[in-house]
């Protein structure tokens, strides 16, 4: 296990906390608790923010440090698997028109996909399938 590892504990019924060694916390429930975030939500949360942390420096080295940038995930469930992500869909909202040479602008663009693609490890980890061990006591 890492040396940083992530606690889950219920709190109360069907809601549960998160919390890092950092003091971070969320809540964490099903789609009727208030205030918390569904696992699903955690997965689609993490996947944006990666690409947000990844790509912040290439978009603030060319559209200045108060730069605004937004990501919003979504995804798509399997048909007939309710439990299961079909794909996510990942969008940047980011006002790229300071960037007047359409060629320069598709350079940020492509170098932000190719970090997002390399740096991410979010998006790698669940793209790549990474597998999960899972222990019980007995």
Do not use: W
């Amino acid at each position: 296990m890492s040396s940083t590892p992530v606690e889950v504990t219920r709190t109360g019924s069907h809601t549960f906390t998160a919390t890092n060694p950092r003091g971070g916390e969320v809540t964490i429930g099903r789609e009727d608790a208030p205030d918390a975030f569904t696992p699903g939500e955690l997965l689609l949360a993490a996947i944006a923010a990666c690409s947000a942390v990844t790509s912040e420096n290439l978009l603030v080295r060319r559209l200045g440090e108060d730069a605004k940038v937004t990501v919003h995930a979504d995804r798509t469930k399997v048909p007939e698997d309710k439990h299961k992500f079909a794909s996510v869909q990942v969008g940047f909202d980011v006002d790229l028109s300071g960037i007047e040479d359409d060629d320069e602008r598709g350079r940020v663009v492509d170098a932000v996909q190719r970090a997002i693609e390399k740096y991410c490890t979010v998006s790698r980890s669940v793209e790549e399938g990474t597998p999960i061990e899972l222990t019980l006591p007995r």
